[in-house]
């Protein structure tokens, strides 16, 4: 299993600026595998695939960035990866 992370900010001042690439990158990895099961868990959006025989999880936390990784660790947690 593997966890994919786009950083950004979260509200719409911030869509579609350099503040959310991140996202933007998770957005257009969830078109291309078409990934539209997207879920809201821990404090972030996420959505999960299988990739070559391996569970992906992509995720947006739903913090600003500096706290992003308060977000990270509850999936790392919860998923055990």
Sequence with gaps: MKLVV????????YSNTR???GFMFI???LEHYNCENTKSK??????ETV?????????KPQEY?????????KYI???KI
Aim: aromatic share 10%; proline share 2%; glycine share 18%.
């Design 42 to 47: 821990l404090g972030g959006l996420y959505s």
């Design 77 to 79: 947690d919860y998923f």
């Design 19 to 21: 503040h959310n690439v």
């Design 27 to 29: 957005d257009k990895l």
């Design 65 to 73: 960035i500096n706290l992003s990784g308060q977000v990270i660790k």
């Design 51 to 59: 990739i070559n025989g391996e569970k992906i999880i992509f995720l």
């Design 6 to 13: 786009g950083l950004g900010n979260p509200g719409k001042e």
